[in-house]
């Protein structure tokens, strides 16, 4: 029973993180400012992230797991030098 409830649980919440995944999309193409477009894309990181988590918790492989964590790390260091290319207009000082 614990197992058609996990299964499930986890069906729904990749069908949702696809939703958001493409809400993120909408608003990273159809951004009125570049910083609604970062958003976007920081929004759509974070969901593959989760998406590629909830498919390893599916098949119980490890490489989703690190495979997020890479993008989870990448991500942030993205999400940084578009940040303080917008503040400044340049990246390295």
């Known amino acids: 029973m614990s197992?058609?409830?996990l299964s499930w649980s986890v069906t729904i919440a990749q069908i949702m993180l696809a939703l958001a995944?493409?809400?993120?999309?909408?608003?990273?193409?159809?951004?009125?400012?570049a910083q609604d477009r970062v958003m976007g894309l920081d929004t759509l990181y974070i969901?593959?992230?989760?998406l590629l988590l909830t498919h390893g918790i599916?098949?119980?492989t490890a490489i989703?797991?690190?495979a997020a964590l890479i993008i989870?790390?990448?991500g942030f260091v993205s999400s940084v030098a578009?940040?303080?290319?917008?503040?400044?207009?340049e990246v390295i000082e």
């Open 3 to 5: 197992l058609v409830i």
């Open 47 to 50: 969901n593959s992230m989760l």
């Open 72 to 74: 989870g790390l990448l």
């Open 21 to 33: 995944m493409a809400c993120a999309c909408v608003r990273m193409f159809r951004g009125p400012r």
């Open 82 to 89: 578009l940040a303080k290319f917008l503040m400044r207009g």
């Open 58 to 60: 599916r098949t119980g």
């Open 64 to 66: 989703y797991f690190e």
